[in-house]
């Protein structure tokens, strides 16, 4: 019966030593890549919303042009999730999925105003991730930001642009 202590602690010191190894890179590559994710999946969603709708048409250009890269950004990213071993999820959180909701029932002004006004804030907190990871360990990582960070910024100052158009 000792015996079989000694090597269930020796088997949970095993474990534990083996999850302690990853490197804190892996843990950073995650985090960034959920975050990329989760915003590109929560602006896929209000872009497809106010593209559908009627709204001003410098805001449907934008909300079409935000979903057309989406549409072609969220397969890459679950890629670079599968090579860097990440799950990611087509939920989102409460705070925005609540954003979501209250977007729907809008429309024109009402809804062309709130969409640039979170598609600005969206992306502005993108970017400040996609930055932040920019030093990343994870060389999959470095290339991705390199090759989007450059179209973000673009968007973003789009969604500025029309928010301007807009605003009260």
Same mark, same amino acid.
């Given at each position: 019966?000792?015996?079989? @202590?000694?090597?269930?602690?020796?088997?949970?010191?095993?474990? @534990?030593?083996? &999850?302690?190894?990853?490197?804190?890179?892996?843990?950073?590559? /995650?985090?960034?890549?959920?975050? *990329?994710?989760?915003?590109? +999946?929560?602006?896929?969603?209000?872009?497809?919303?106010?593209?559908?709708?009627?709204?001003?048409?410098?805001?449907?250009?934008?909300?079409?042009?935000?979903?057309?890269?989406?549409?072609?950004?969220?397969?890459?990213?679950?890629?670079?999730? &599968? +090579?860097?071993?990440? !799950?990611?999820?087509?939920?989102?959180?409460?705070?925005?999925?609540?954003?979501?909701?209250?977007?729907?029932?809008?429309?024109?002004?009402?809804?062309?105003?709130?969409?640039?006004?979170?598609?600005?804030?969206?992306?502005?907190?993108?970017?400040? +991730?996609? !930055? /932040? *990871?920019?030093?990343?360990?994870?060389?999959?990582?470095?290339?991705?930001?390199?090759?989007?960070? /450059?179209?973000?910024?673009?968007?973003?100052? &789009?969604?500025?642009?029309?928010?301007?158009?807009?605003?009260?």
């Amino acid at each position: 019966m000792a015996m079989n @202590w000694r090597r269930l602690a020796l088997a949970a010191v095993a474990l @534990w030593a083996s &999850g302690m190894g990853r490197p804190h890179a892996d843990d950073a590559a /995650g985090r960034f890549i959920e975050a *990329a994710y989760s915003s590109a +999946v929560f602006q896929d969603r209000i872009s497809r919303i106010a593209a559908a709708k009627d709204t001003r048409p410098g805001v449907k250009a934008l909300a079409e042009r935000v979903r057309d890269f989406r549409a072609s950004q969220l397969p890459e990213l679950a890629r670079l999730a &599968g +090579v860097t071993g990440v !799950e990611v999820r087509d939920t989102l959180d409460l705070e925005l999925r609540s954003i979501v909701e209250n977007i729907e029932p809008l429309d024109y002004l009402a809804l062309s105003r709130r969409y640039a006004e979170v598609e600005v804030q969206a992306i502005g907190r993108e970017i400040a +991730v996609y !930055e /932040g *990871a920019a030093q990343s360990d994870a060389q999959p990582i470095r290339d991705y930001i390199a090759a989007t960070l /450059g179209r973000l910024r673009d968007l973003e100052a &789009g969604a500025k642009l029309e928010l301007s158009a807009v605003a009260p």
